[in-house]
């Protein structure tokens, strides 16, 4: 067992429910070989949370996310920022076949309302969740974002808990 892996067992004994990998802070590929056995070892068992997209860099790439998905398919993945920080061109298309969350961190003051409302209503209800980048981003400010959005009253619940009720188990 290598570090890593030894790393999730420890943390997943502890209640943890998985681990960020920020591969651009990190400088290091989502589908770099060193993180699959980390990803194996998850497997139906830890979440993976994906800082996603940036237009800096290419280690986070959407792409990315996506050959892990087809390597590991039962790895219950998120990917930050609506799937793709200022790379949210493709998301919906990116995902779609996919069994993949976002969350809406760092992308809802980024984005003008009519394309975060637009990339979100065309994405799947069930995997969008609300998440802040605190202490990045205030939890005040990233709702008074998405109240913006003017979201169903269902959509809207689901994505500020009940998606991740459902995700973590919390029920």
């Known amino acids: 067992m290598d570090d890593k892996t030894a790393e999730l067992e420890r943390i997943l004994t502890m209640g943890f429910k998985g681990v960020k990998i920020h591969p651009d802070i990190q400088r290091v590929d989502i589908d770099s070989p060193k993180l699959m056995d980390l990803y194996a070892a998850a497997e139906n068992r830890a979440i993976i949370y994906f800082h996603a997209g940036d237009d800096r860099y290419d280690y986070s790439l959407p792409e990315k996310i996506i050959k892990i998905k087809q390597t590991f398919p039962k790895l219950n993945v998120i990917a930050a920022h609506l799937g793709g920080y200022k790379k949210w061109e493709n998301v919906n298309n990116i995902y779609k076949d996919y069994d993949v969350y976002v969350d809406t961190s760092s992308a809802l003051w980024v984005l003008p309302p009519n394309e975060a409302r637009e990339i979100i209503i065309n994405y799947n209800p069930d995997k969008i969740l609300f998440a802040t980048d605190y202490p990045v981003r205030r939890v ?20 500020l808990y009940k998606n991740a009720e459902r995700l973590f188990n919390l029920n």
């Open 140 to 159: 005040k400010d990233e709702l008074e974002y998405i109240e913006r959005l003017n979201l169903s009253d269902d959509l809207l619940e689901k994505i």
